[in-house]
């Protein structure tokens, strides 16, 4: 081969290997949109090479928003939905991925650290609920007003009556409180941060807000017209507003107004540290409250609701056994029900507990009721304080003003066998016939039923007895086959204390012999649930539809001229009407294994 044949080779070869190299740079350096994948509402995905020769190309993101050039960019999609992210080198496309948005829970939007949270998990198919049920309780024009006055609130409701623009409706609204920090942080999940904040700055800017500063970043320090100061900020796609507590001046008499007024003009310092907050919320990385393993746990154990409620102890609030409490609130027609569960490391009773005797046979209707059911040692730990605490001490001090020592208080609760019973009736015709006969104030009229167990009645019986001689009250004492009785007046009502070897029983008020008597307990547990009035369990109820209907009842009241029953009956009708219109009121709480579960349930009548 000739030297300008081999040249001919030499340069043909160079010329291939450069293309062939050339080539295969562009190939092993193709933008990358990484696999098909979820993410969340709000939370910032990145896109592109690192590489430092990573090729700079058009980003669409397929959600609307402007196409973005660069070989690494980050991009936070607004709402959920399932988009086609492209790169683009012109019109064709190098590289794409499907990416499925779902909303970001609020649980993970909120540090982990928290100490309390209440919070509606998502605002769709959950504001309706608890607004027509405060709305109900309270009254539309009053609960718009108050609602009005929080920020994120107005901005939720104006957004709820049409489509939503700012908000995002599949995520949630809270608020929470950390630790070190004398305030609470609300937080609402938006689709459009910067409209949202505008709107919340309007807002507070016409209640007479102003600004303080802006950050490059976007929060933003307002100052209100007590001086107090406010911070508002987002991070991946939620709106915080951070609300220290303004402190205020105890005390009264003259010069304590002005005081007070003075220190809430002054407000909070300008200087207070609000940004610490912010930064503590944007700096965490895991999933926030959502995996904390105590709240995890306690999740378990109770059903959704539209309202979730969490707390736990944190310094020197930490209760010795207590670790947390969970609880969903729920809502329907005219109704509302709380359901929770304390987390506890000492047992809080249960089954070992006695059952409450009274409720098996006593007279029927009660407007109120309330049963303690506990094992002994639990309940003179909570009536009396734990030995040795504080409480014990102020009990044993207050039992010996009355002439017990502390011999005779260690007696007294022995004598506790661990169940007490409480029922209250309505006397609606004593309660008219005092009113327009008698002293002509409307002063309750009715009875008051107690029962607690006993293991033997002569500590009591002292405790009683010095009692009533310590506040020089006079009574008597009968004793006879049946057991003793005391008879006083208390409050201008008879009052009989009796005692048995196995039970102390109270009746103060009216008689309640003409009242028909059956199984009240089983009437309750049929009308309440299963759960309640029963051993293990501390449950009380309360009445307010009885109440109304036994006052409208009485057609005639001797010595009560049947006009005058008339007039007040409409009267005490009217003034009733004036009051929240809550039928019934039911509370339960039963310990368990681990520890205890809790009811509440809230009953409204028509208005």
Same mark, same amino acid.
């Given at each position: 081969m000739t030297s300008s044949a081999r040249a001919r080779v030499v340069t043909a070869t160079l010329l291939v290997t450069a293309a062939l190299w050339g080539s295969g740079c562009r190939k092993g350096v193709r933008p990358e949109a990484g696999e098909d994948r979820t993410v969340e509402a709000g939370v910032p995905v990145t896109f592109g090479s690192a590489a430092a020769d990573a090729p700079t190309v058009t980003w669409d993101f397929g959600d609307g928003s402007p196409r973005v050039q660069g070989t690494r960019v980050t991009h936070a999609f607004p709402r959920r939905g399932d988009y086609t992210v492209q790169a683009l080198e012109g019109d064709a496309s190098q590289a794409s991925a499907r990416l499925t948005v779902v909303p970001r829970p609020v649980l993970r939007a909120i540090p982990a650290e928290a100490e309390v949270a209440?919070?509606?998990p998502q605002l769709r198919d959950n504001v309706d609920p608890v607004m027509g049920f405060v709305s109900r309780l309270l009254g539309e024009p009053q609960v718009m007003r108050g609602l009005d006055a929080v920020p994120l609130l107005s901005l939720v409701l104006r957004e709820a009556t049409g489509e939503a623009r700012l908000v995002d409706p599949e995520e949630g609204l809270g608020f929470f409180s950390l630790p070190d920090f004398e305030g609470s942080v609300v937080l609402l999940g938006v689709q459009d941060v910067q409209g949202a904040r505008d709107a919340v700055v309007k807002e507070l800017s016409a209640r007479g807000a102003s600004v303080v500063r802006q950050e490059p970043e976007g929060s933003v320090l307002l100052r209100r017209d007590n001086g107090a100061l406010l911070l508002l900020f987002a991070d991946r796609g939620y709106l915080y507003l951070v609300v220290p507590d303004v402190p205020t001046v105890e005390g009264s008499g003259e010069g304590a107004e002005e005081g007070r007024i003075q220190k809430t003009l002054a407000g909070p310092p300008v200087d207070m540290p609000l940004e610490p907050v912010r930064l503590r919320i944007q700096g965490f990385q895991d999933a926030g409250l959502s995996e904390q393993p105590l709240l995890v746990t306690m999740r378990q154990r109770v059903a959704a609701g539209n309202v979730l409620v969490y707390a736990r102890p944190v310094g020197d609030d930490a209760a010795e056994g207590f670790q947390g409490a969970w609880a969903a609130l729920r809502f329907q027609e005219g109704q509302a029900e709380l359901e929770g569960w304390v987390e506890s490391t000492q047992s809080l009773g249960g089954a070992e507990a006695p059952a409450p005797r009274l409720l098996e046979q006593a007279p029927l209707d009660p407007i109120a009721a309330l049963t303690l059911s506990l094992p002994p040692e639990t309940l003179t730990k909570l009536v009396f304080g734990a030995p040795g605490s504080e409480q014990r001490a102020r009990m044993t001090r207050g039992l010996g003003a009355q002439g017990l020592d502390a011999a005779s208080v260690d007696g007294l609760l022995g004598a506790l066998r661990g169940d007490v019973s409480l029922l209250a009736y309505l006397d609606a015709a004593a309660f008219y016939r005092n009113f327009l006969t008698g002293s002509q104030k409307p002063e309750p009229r009715g009875s008051l039923l107690v029962q607690a167990g006993l293991v033997r009645s002569e500590p009591v019986l002292k405790w009683l007895t010095g009692v009533l001689e310590s506040r020089r009250q006079p009574f008597q004492v009968v004793k006879d086959k049946a057991g003793t009785r005391l008879t006083t007046r208390l409050m201008n009502q008879p009052v009989e204390f009796s005692l048995t070897e196995d039970r102390l029983t109270v009746l103060g008020g009216e008689p309640l012999g003409l009242r028909p008597q059956g $199984?009240?307990?089983?009437?309750?547990?049929?009308?309440?649930? $299963?759960?309640?009035?029963?051993?293990?369990?501390?449950?009380?109820?309360?009445?307010?539809?009885?109440v109304l209907s036994e006052l409208q009842a009485p057609k005639d009241v001797p010595g009560v001229p049947p006009q005058q029953l008339s007039m007040v009956q409409t009267m005490a009708a009217t003034l009733l009407e004036q009051l929240p219109p809550v039928d019934s009121l039911f509370l339960d709480f039963a310990a368990e294994p681990g520890g205890g579960r809790f009811r509440l349930r809230a009953a409204l009548r028509s208005r």
């Open positions: 209440v919070f509606v $199984a009240v307990g089983a009437a309750l547990r049929e009308r309440f649930g $299963a759960a309640g009035f029963e051993s293990g369990h501390l449950t009380a109820m309360v009445d307010m539809g009885r």
